[in-house]
């Protein structure tokens, strides 16, 4: 009998987890937004409806790919630090975004940019590590 493989990730676990959390605050977000609204489908031409809407999806269309690379690394051995660092950034940049889409500013929204930045960031040099991981 084969006895099966099991590959463990538990820094990565911790942001995903800590991100799922985030994700479930944003939904959440959302739905007293439309609840206050009447809205029951899209933001009904509310503003501030479609700036809960947008912080949401934004932060879901960035963890996933991060959170994939992170576990790519983790799996071929990258160090705890540099994980844990590719883990606060991305956490502490979502949460930047989120806070700069439904607390407004000036047009120049500085929390939002670091926010985006931060997520590229990640999924570039993590992307990077394991490009030069596997040469």
């Given at each position: 009998m084969e006895t099966m493989n099991l590959v463990s990730v538990p820094v990565t676990a911790l942001y995903a987890a800590l991100c799922g959390f985030?994700?479930?605050?944003?939904?959440?977000?959302?739905v007293r937004y439309r609840?206050?609204?009447?809205?029951?489908?899209?933001?009904g031409g509310h503003e501030d409806v479609?700036?809960?809407?947008?912080?949401?999806?934004?932060t879901i269309e960035y963890i996933p790919l991060a959170l994939i690379l992170m576990a790519l690394l983790e799996?071929?051995?990258a160090g705890n630090t540099s994980l844990h660092l590719y883990g606060i950034v991305l956490l502490a940049g979502r949460i930047s975004y989120a806070y700069g889409?439904?607390?407004?500013h000036s047009s120049i929204n500085q929390a939002r940019q670091i926010g985006v930045l931060s997520s590229w960031i990640v999924i570039v040099a993590t992307s990077i590590q394991l490009l030069v991981s596997s040469l």
């Amino acid at each position: 009998m084969e006895t099966m493989n099991l590959v463990s990730v538990p820094v990565t676990a911790l942001y995903a987890a800590l991100c799922g959390f985030l994700i479930i605050a944003l939904a959440a977000n959302v739905v007293r937004y439309r609840l206050g609204k009447k809205v029951s489908l899209g933001d009904g031409g509310h503003e501030d409806v479609n700036r809960a809407i947008r912080a949401h999806g934004n932060t879901i269309e960035y963890i996933p790919l991060a959170l994939i690379l992170m576990a790519l690394l983790e799996i071929n051995g990258a160090g705890n630090t540099s994980l844990h660092l590719y883990g606060i950034v991305l956490l502490a940049g979502r949460i930047s975004y989120a806070y700069g889409m439904l607390v407004p500013h000036s047009s120049i929204n500085q929390a939002r940019q670091i926010g985006v930045l931060s997520s590229w960031i990640v999924i570039v040099a993590t992307s990077i590590q394991l490009l030069v991981s596997s040469l």
